[in-house]
């Protein structure tokens, strides 16, 4: 299992800008895919981003694409969620998330669901004032 601690959460106003980070440890950072979910009060926690191993391929939820991106450095074992353009609806609690399965290691595939990622980190609180 890969450790996750995901940092940068914050109070931003709408139209404000956060950058969420989650360092990873414990196993070769490069054999997983790696994605951001998130939970709002009284939800489900739903998908937001995902990359591959490489970075080369990533997907976004249809409600942050275009505002967010995704990215990944090996070299720090770290993965970055760049969030523009928030929203009052983007507020909820940001997780990391490590998707180890054989399939995606050293390939471009991914996965937006949240059953095939078999480690999370504690969350980070983002919460964006209207």
């Known amino acids: 299992q890969v450790q996750l601690v995901e940092s940068g959460g914050g109070l931003v106003p709408a139209g404000g800008s956060l950058r969420l980070s989650c360092a990873a440890s414990?196993?070769?950072?490069?054999?997983?895919?790696m994605g951001w979910f998130r939970q709002a009060p009284g939800k489900e926690r739903e998908f937001v981003a995902v990359?591959?191993?490489?970075?080369?391929?990533?997907n976004y939820a249809d409600s942050v694409k275009g505002r967010f991106t995704i990215s990944r450095d090996n070299a720090k074992s770290t993965v970055y969620l760049q969030m523009n353009s928030l929203k009052p609806e983007d507020t909820a609690v940001y997780y990391c998330?490590?998707?180890?399965?054989?399939?995606?290691?050293?390939?471009?595939?991914?996965?937006?669901?949240?059953?095939?990622?078999?480690?999370w980190g504690q969350g980070t609180q983002v919460t964006v004032s209207s």
């Open positions: 998330a490590a998707d180890g399965r054989s399939q995606v290691r050293f390939t471009q595939v991914t996965s937006t669901s949240a059953r095939n990622f078999g480690s």
């Open positions: 414990g196993r070769p950072f490069s054999f997983y895919a």
């Open positions: 990359i591959s191993w490489s970075g080369g391929s990533t």
